[in-house]
């Protein structure tokens, strides 16, 4: 299953961590649910989605097709995609895992093993979190606002870390990390989890002017939402 192996070593928490870097059949990794990307597109599901049916919705992404395209003119990737070794689930580049397999769908041989970098089967998942923190919080950024907060909020909420903690880990502020979770939070009350919507609750929430109007007149959320919802507030 393993070809050209060889170990490199990834900084996290200021911990040197080695990973082996290898060839991989991708038929035999798994997406990763908890992945942001892949969370907001199933979560309002009402059963967990299965595999296969992560795989078929993440192909119909336009930033997949996108991704399809580039990897096939480059003839492979650039930047290899963690995986755990234990389990094999791809902790990061479940959108190049999705690309792969529609690749190979048309050249099996040429498209059938990825290029990945094997996380050690005892990596805990504050070295995890830090890992994806790095990449979609602090680092290219990738993931929409919405899909940030709601690793954060899920971290805080499921995982029970500390704000103050994520906070030092993404060396972000804390009042960043509580900001993203509580306009996550705000979403989630009020059942609205269209990611391009994101901005217009971000500035509803951060506004100092509208938190006292809100304290005033607590009716006024619901107003608010209503409006959002129905595309009335065309601008954030």
Known sequence: ???????????????????????LKQIDLKFFP???????????SENEPDQHEIESIMLRRDHVK???QAIKSNGGLTDPIFVREDNLVVIEGNS??????????????????????????????????????EYHIVGKQD???????????RRCTIHKSD????????????????HLIDVYKFMLTHNDNNPNKWSYYDEYIKKHSIKKVRKEHPELDEIIVKKIKSGEIDKA
């Not at 290029?115 to 979190?129: A, Q, V, W």
């Not at 704000?163 to 509580?178: E, R, T, W, Y």
């Open 1 to 23: 299953m393993k070809e050209k192996q060889s170990t490199d070593y990834i900084t996290l928490k200021g911990e040197e961590i080695p990973v082996k870097i290898c060839y």
């Open 34 to 44: 908890e992945n942001p990307r892949i969370y907001s597109i199933i979560s309002s």
């Open 66 to 68: 996108h991704l399809i």
């Open 96 to 133: 190049r895992l999705a690309a792969y397999r529609a690749l190979a769908r048309q050249d099996p041989i040429k498209w059938g093993k990825i290029k990945c970098r094997l996380l050690p089967k005892n990596i805990d998942e504050d070295m995890i979190f830090s890992l994806l923190g």
């Open 143 to 153: 993931w929409a606002p919405y899909e940030q907060a709601g690793y954060l909020y």
């Open 163 to 178: 704000p103050h903690q994520m906070a030092d880990s993404l060396g972000i502020s804390v009042k960043m990390v509580n």
